[in-house]
């Protein structure tokens, strides 16, 4: 079992940054892949961007690309994700996932999921 930890959420305005954290614990080396998620109030949970171990990353859609950027500190069990030119719609609540089977969350949902950090964007 791994447990991912979020951080780095909060309130900003629109056009700043954040960074948020997610720290993975526990059995950390049976976790190949790990993305970001988002849930919008009344919305669905929708893919951000998965990145590999190795460092490969895929994003849910190539719109993502230019203001998400997922990155990945094996060192510290640690994944990224960079968020610039913040709208009031990327207010949301981010999760962070792991698992050990699924290269591409893309193509599949991964099994051990953090318990979110909320970011909310005033216009």
Known sequence: ?????ESGGGLVQAGGSLRLSCAASGDVFSINTMGWYRRAPGN???LIASISRGGSSNYAADS????FTISRDNTKNTVY????????EDTAVYYCAGDRACYDFRWCTPDQWGQGTQVTVSS
Do not use: A, M, T
């Not at 079992?1 to 930890?5: D, K, M, R, S, T």
């Not at 993502?64 to 203001?67: F, M, N, P, Y």
């Not at 994700?81 to 009031?88: A, F, M, N, R, V």
């Open 44 to 46: 669905q949970r929708e």
């Open 1 to 5: 079992q791994v447990q991912p930890v």
């Open 64 to 67: 993502l690309k230019g203001r």
């Open 81 to 88: 994700l960079q968020i610039d030119s913040l709208k009031p």
